[in-house]
């Protein structure tokens, strides 16, 4: 077991709550919106509360930081851990029935990417997965008759097939329009659905590609945040063997974070097309 161990069951538990969650609730807004300005479903405010409630039965937790809370809550004053996390990624996907997810950065020492020991993602679709990136290899779990059986450990490849470009061509810059098009001139494939939990899993296990939520003129710091997206992605495919950098081409895990709501522009993707977005948008 390693240290972690209670974590991961804690995510597992939880993982398996919202899937039955998404299953029998009901797909409706609520009448609230969370500090991003995004109006919450009813099953964010669900999940939510079923991660923080496993959460708090782990004494080595000290605080947890959702997308869904306004602050940062301690749950142990005595804890080590910090642990942010989105509870579900992609939400307005539900109700059309596509794939959605849950993203957790784990964190010793405080919030800035530097601190973090691992990065968990669940993905909700006609499977249950698990993904976990912790001590140097990132594992895939599927779930099957009751328990999450580990699979072959993911990799990424030098160069991809797969573009995954989010936000809207009218709010890009002419430099990253450039990349955008270079890569379908070299035959890359559109693949984005809106959810990064599933656009960032189908790139890690097809074995590569580009996926990019630039700087736009409508939200010039992107729209992902930091902690409970940009991060924890960002270890992962650094440890899959690929890279994560921002929009000066620095790697994602060298930025601060000063508030647990703050996002970033971010390139995530094997190292053939992170070298290229280095090239034709990073330059400044
Ligand atoms: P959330 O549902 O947690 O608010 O996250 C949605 C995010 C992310 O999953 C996705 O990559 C992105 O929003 C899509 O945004 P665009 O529609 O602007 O591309
Ligand atoms: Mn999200
Ligand atoms: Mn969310």
Redesign the pocket.
């Known amino acids: 077991m390693t240290s972690l161990e209670p974590i991961f069951e804690a995510i597992k538990t939880s993982a398996f709550r919202i899937h039955e969650a998404i299953t029998n609730e009901d797909t409706d807004y609520s009448a609230q919106s969370n500090q991003?300005g995004?109006i919450q479903l009813k099953l964010?405010i669900i999940s939510d509360l079923i991660i923080a409630e496993e959460f708090s039965k782990l004494p080595v937790i000290k605080t947890i930081a959702s997308?869904e809370k306004e602050e940062a809550e301690t749950l142990h004053p005595d804890g080590q851990l910090l642990i942010a996390y989105?509870p579900?990624?992609?939400?307005?996907?539900i109700d059309v029935n596509l794939s959605?997810?849950s993203i957790f950065g784990i964190y010793d020492g405080g919030w800035d990417a530097q601190n973090m020991i691992a990065a968990v993602y669940v993905v909700y679709g006609p499977r249950l997965e698990m993904v976990t990136a912790y001590h140097e290899s990132v594992r895939h779990y599927i779930y099957r008759h009751g328990r999450f059986k580990e699979m072959e450990l993911i990799k990424l490849n030098e160069k991809g097939k797969l573009n995954a470009p989010?936000?809207?061509q009218n709010c890009w810059s002419s430099e990253h329009k450039a990349l955008i098009e270079e890569l379908f001139d070299e035959g890359y494939r559109l693949r984005?659905s809106?959810?990064?939990?599933p656009?960032l899993h189908q790139i890690l296990l097809k074995g590569g590609g580009l996926?990019s939520?630039p700087a736009t003129s409508d939200r010039p710091n992107g729209?992902?945040r930091k902690l409970?997206?940009v991060f924890p992605f960002a270890f992962i495919y650094e440890l899959a063997g690929g890279e994560a950098i921002g929009a000066k081409g620095e790697r994602l895990m060298e930025l601060p974070c000063s508030e647990p709501h703050e996002s970033a522009p971010c390139y995530f993707g094997s190292k053939y097309e992170i070298a290229k977005a280095k090239d034709v948008c990073c330059k400044q």
């Open positions: 991003s995004d964010d997308e989105d579900l990624d992609g939400s307005s996907l959605v997810g989010g936000s809207t984005y809106g959810g990064m939990v656009d996926f939520y729209k992902l409970f997206e």
